[in-house]
Nanobody, 119 residues
């Protein structure tokens, strides 16, 4: 089972950048598609970006396309999310997750890291 720990969140001004990391302690990290999700206050969790097990396939929510970049380092068992041109509406708790190969569902959620963008 994959255990995930997010880090890198913080307070940043609008237009600034942050890089989130998601460290895995599981043995299946390198064979799992990985994703970033976020949950703003009073809202449901929403998809942000995902990446295939080899890093060759990436997908983004329209709201972050062109501003965020997802990447992974399988040797370090770490997932990244580079966030540029941040907006106040990007304020949320950001979570990473692994995709279950069999069920095709997202799971093994981390504890989340808070990103706050001040305008």
């Amino acid at each position: 089972q994959v255990q995930l720990v997010e880090s890198g969140g913080g307070l940043v001004q609008a237009g600034g950048s942050l890089r989130l990391s998601c460290a895995s302690s599981g043995r299946t990290f390198s064979s799992s598609a990985m994703g970033w999700f976020r949950q703003a206050p009073g809202k449901g969790r929403e998809f942000v970006a995902s990446i295939g097990w080899s890093g060759g396939s990436t997908y983004y929510a329209d709201s972050v396309k062109g501003r965020f970049s997802i990447s992974r380092d399988n040797a370090k068992k770490t997932l990244y999310l580079q966030m540029n041109s941040l907006k106040s509406e990007d304020t949320a708790v950001y979570y990473c997750a692994a995709k279950d190969v069999v069920a095709g569902t997202w799971g093994n959620w981390g504890q989340g890291t808070q990103v706050t963008v001040s305008s």
